[in-house]
């Protein structure tokens, strides 16, 4: 899978398998996922996927928010590949299994190093939650 095979559901997936445990993912305040996204989507740098293109932002609030993307991350809860165990359903876990899996696809072309950068961002955003 590279840039222009990669999915929003694909990409969201390769993120958090990376997204380092003292990290913690955010469910409620879904605002470290809008910002680390919309920061994506204005980011140039090589292997962006495609799918940023089509990726629509609205801001009817105090950031940006991309439905499609709240959308699949609230789906991956549903379906139980993360889990929302904590009392107030403020952070979201991975099956480490699954992570292990995900993590585990096969990527090509700049793919690799856009993920990369995702990352950083990612720690940007996310530790700014703890």
Partial sequence: MDEQQVSLGEFVKQVASRIPDELHMPLKDEKPWHML??????D????????????????????????????YIHALHFTGCMSAGNPTYDEISLNPGLAKKW????????????????????????????
């Fill in 37 to 42: 996204f919309y920061r994506l989507k204005k």
């Fill in 103 to 130: 993590a585990a696809e096969q990527l090509s072309g700049n793919l690799p190093g856009f993920i990369g950068r995702a990352m950083e961002l990612a720690r940007e955003e996310f530790a700014e939650q703890r």
């Fill in 44 to 71: 140039s740098g090589l292997g962006k996927p495609v799918f940023f293109e089509d990726l629509e932002f609205d801001w009817v609030g105090p950031y940006p928010i991309c439905q499609d993307l709240s959308d």
